[in-house]
């Protein structure tokens, strides 16, 4: 197959990026993205501070015109993201409690109405674990609600749409030997045991020299996809873009059978948020890069 999407779709999985609502005028940006994918996810148009700005008031208009234009290309598209610490609106970072609770409940019914029966995963929570050695939760607004918000979170969106796929998203939980990737580990295991709904742990897999790519990722997707959830790559970006660390992690995915695709974070350089970088698959000209041609090898391979 001659592009992403296509040679993913030849085991079944998806080939995805993110897309901005802000570039879609921009034809050299949708001309790549509409040819070389087939997964979408918003990278900032369906958080909580773009679809709730005002308590109770949603606004989903920069989150229709990035599902529209996935639609109109025969893309499905990945929900992101529902709970988070971050990219609240002011109103939602000023509350606690059990009013922050109940906002909580309410935004994901509001948005997740909306999108009901439309996306094909959510990412329910997004970065609820600390970095470093601890392996514990993130002390955020919502973590001191109680500990119980990620699994609230979880069974009010299977109640609001029992069709899509609701996911746990994170970063730096890709090195199996790290105690952030144990904490989230044992958490999907609880749940499981316990029946909280979770269908899929996405990876972000934001590797830069501080925390570069280990061949050890393999082990961290099966070990999760061995507990009975899907796994898969949904924020790719590789400092530097080694060709060699590209084809390494399509092959890590390629090797698991419950790896559901992988997603770039942006599709030329020049769309990436670490500015400075050369992260992606595509210059900032739209050229492909070495990168894309190992990523699109490996999966004409596998
Ligand atoms: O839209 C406003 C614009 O109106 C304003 O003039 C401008 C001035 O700063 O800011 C614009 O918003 C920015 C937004 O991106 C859209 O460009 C925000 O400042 C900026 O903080 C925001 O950054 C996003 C970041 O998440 C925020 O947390 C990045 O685009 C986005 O790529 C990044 O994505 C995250 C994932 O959601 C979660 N995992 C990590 C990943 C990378 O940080």
Redesign the pocket.
Known sequence: ASTLGAAAAQSGRYFGT?I?A?RLGDSAYTTIAGREFNMVTP??EM?IDATEPQQGRFNFSAGDQVYNWAVQHGMRVRG??LAWY??QPGWMQSLSGSALRQAMINHINGVMAHYKGKLAYWDVV??AFADGGSGGRRDSNLQRTGNDWIEVAFRTARAADPDVKLCYND?NIEDWSAAKTQGVYNMVRDFKSRGVPIDCVGF?S?FNSGDPYKSNFRTTLQSFAALGVDVAIT?LDVQGASATTYANITNDCLAVSRCVGMTV?GVRDSDS?RSGDTPLLFDGNGNKKAAYNSVLNALNAG
């Open positions: 993110a901005a802000g990278e900032n958080k992101h993201t971050a990219q997004n970065e970063y972000q934001h924020e974070w948020w």
